[in-house]
């Protein structure tokens, strides 16, 4: 990679101010002083210094986001605020959100630059595991438990077998978490409606591993684990 490419995706600063710092000298590669911006270095194994202080190069960041209300799962919108728009500090990662949760649909969303993982994730043939707090407008029951195990057939699709548990329920509302395999638009909304009830909350806590941290008001975000990191690369065909 070019020196003063690797420098601004380090978020050092612009293209343009990398080459003015390694023109005037301030950059060393593995202890030698190096005035050529197109310089070639190897990210891995080079050691890099500007002004003695050793840059630390990442390629990749995933960041777990607390998703507030309002906001779409896009990286640009000519109408509503994004995501990418809640992020600061990261700007030339180059981030996009893995799947998208409707606009006021709140809780986990992973951002990464990643596309490969974003690809695994989002592929339907993996039936990742995704798992929503929701409040439902009627009393949810054993009968609903029932429907949702078999498959809901929505009319453009049929929906996969799905894990719904009663948290709470009375004839005015139930809180309920319902675990499915897909991400189509609106289906946990539609899976309710086909059963004649209406989602009035829609949380999403839980993806695959990855389990949104309880610390993370809505709209704070942070970056993964290693852990955390490990278990999510570990895509299994359900």
Do not use: W
Not at 131 to 140: G, L, N
Not at 157 to 183: C, H, R
């Amino acid at each position: 990679m070019r020196l003063d490419k690797l420098l601004a995706h380090c978020g050092v600063g612009s293209r343009k101010e990398m080459k003015q710092l390694i023109r005037k000298g301030h950059i060393q590669v593995n202890g030698e002083i190096i005035k050529k911006d197109d310089y070639q270095v190897d990210e891995i194994k080079d050691i890099i210094l500007l002004d003695n202080e050793e840059i630390q190069y990442r390629r990749f960041v995933y960041l777990m986001l607390n998703k507030p209300q309002g906001y779409i799962s896009a990286t640009m919108d000519q109408v509503h605020p994004t995501v990418i728009d809640l992020i600061e500090g990261y700007e030339h990662y180059e981030l996009f959100p893995v799947g998208r949760l409707d606009i006021d649909t709140v809780g986990l969303l992973l951002l990464t630059n990643d596309g490969q993982l974003a690809h695994h994730i989002l592929s339907p043939k993996k039936h990742i595991s995704k798992i929503y707090y929701a409040k439902i407008d009627a009393r949810v029951d054993e009968t609903d438990i029932a429907v949702f195990k078999q498959g809901i057939n929505l009319g453009d699709f049929t929906a996969l077998p799905a894990n719904l548990k009663i948290v709470s329920a009375n004839d005015e509302e139930s809180e309920v978490e319902i675990e499915i395999f897909e991400g189509k638009f609106h289906q946990v909304k539609r899976m309710f409606e086909a059963v004649g009830k209406t989602v009035t909350y829609l949380k999403r806590i839980k993806m695959k591993q990855l389990i949104l941290d309880p610390q993370l008001e809505e709209g704070q975000y942070r970056e993964l684990t290693n852990d955390e990191l490990e278990n999510l690369m570990k895509i299994d065909v359900k």
